[in-house]
Nanobody
Framework: VQLQASGGGLVQAGGSLRLSCVVS????????MSWHRQAPGKQRELVAGITSGGSPSYADPVKARFTISRDTAKNTVYLQMNNLKPEDTAVYYC??????WGQGTLVTVSS
């Protein structure tokens, strides 16, 4: 099983990015997928998750700004991030259940 995250980059505050997590080796729609982030000097934290049934959940700091979704045909999970803030700067990781992590993609939001 491999998770390949991409889509990070440098964006100004108020901008948007869409992260992708392509899963290989397993059918991801049967599993809970989540996005986490780790800012410099801080612990990794859960940002958003989506169950096998498609129910999303979000951490309070990103509610109403971030949207998690999945494309079952592409075996891919997305994180649409809007109205980005400097405090969103972090390395973002995708995760399947509690078992597998992607390699991380860096998001930098400038003020």
């Amino acid at each position: 099983v491999q998770l390949q995250a991409s889509g990070g980059g440098l964006v100004q505050a108020g901008g948007s990015l869409r992260l992708s997590c392509v899963v290989s080796g397993i059918i991801s729609r049967f599993h809970t997928m989540s996005w986490h982030r780790q800012a410099p000097g801080k612990q990794r934290e859960l940002v958003a998750g989506i169950t096998s049934g498609g129910s999303p959940s979000y951490a309070d700091p990103v509610k109403a700004r971030f949207t998690i979704s999945r494309d079952t045909a592409k075996n891919t999970v997305y994180l649409q991030m809007n109205n980005l803030k400097p405090e969103d700067t972090a390395v973002y990781y995708c995760r399947m259940n509690a078992d597998y992590w992607g390699q991380g993609t860096l998001v930098t939001v400038s003020s």
